[in-house]
């Protein structure tokens, strides 16, 4: 899935036809507990899932899969150049980073020519409104242009949690500026099906405004 709505890589295809993802090397960024890592091992690719959580990877150790786990920085990846035909992120490690450059152009460096990369993120309109799923979270309540990052921090002030907001605009050149070229930027819809409501995710908001912003990035 690439994200609350509930878009599936079945349907999708954004990283190919799943019948030609056997035998290809995949890099899954921010692979949390790997989900990603393993439907792709069960098309026949070869996955690596990389996450910067020890916790989150002992998670994916203990549900388990044919594949090795990394724990490092996707911002300095311990890979050499040209090592994966594709790679991967729903909703990891590009919301996290001060400077998502870094990490673009780390992916694009062990990507074999003509190699993919498909990420997700949180639409970022959704950052101008209230994390509500009711009618609260349909009003504007912050500047969509303000850049400030969200953060939590333990009762120590020492921040556990920060998610960095781009705009749209700001992700297109991103990508560029890394050396990828866009070639899709899919906003997946609400499908009627989907009757889940979480968080700040809920079929009244996302039949209105678009939650995820899926990149398609090839590298030439």
Do not use: K
Not at 61 to 89: E, H, Q, Y
Not at 126 to 152: K, M, N, Q
């Amino acid at each position: 899935m690439w994200g609350p709505e509930g878009l599936d890589e079945v349907e999708a295809e954004l990283l190919g036809p799943p019948e030609e993802l056997t035998g290809r090397d995949v890099l899954e960024l921010g692979a949390g507990a790997a989900q990603c890592s393993r439907w792709l091992a069960a098309q026949g690719a070869r996955p690596v899932a990389l996450d910067i959580s020890h916790r989150q990877l002992q998670h994916a150790l203990r549900i388990g899969g044919p594949f090795p786990l990394v724990c490092a920085d996707a911002g300095a990846l311990p890979f050499a150049d040209g090592s994966f035909d594709l790679a991967c992120s729903a909703y990891g490690a590009l919301p996290f980073v001060a400077d998502p450059r870094l990490v673009l152009r780390e992916v694009r460096r062990v990507l074999r020519p003509g190699g993919r990369l498909v990420f997700s993120v949180t639409h970022p309109i959704r950052w101008a409104f209230p994390d509500e799923p009711g009618p609260e979270g349909l009003s504007v309540s912050a500047s969509y242009f303000d850049r400030t990052p969200y953060v939590e921090q333990d009762d120590e002030g020492r921040a556990v949690y920060v998610e960095h907001h781009r705009t749209l605009g700001d992700r297109v050149r991103d990508v560029v500026a890394s050396g990828f070229r866009l070639v899709d930027l899919v906003e997946p819809e609400w499908p009627a099906w989907n009757t889940s409501e979480w968080g700040g995710w809920s079929p009244l908001r996302g039949n209105l405004i678009p939650g995820t912003a899926v990149f398609v990035c090839v590298r030439d």
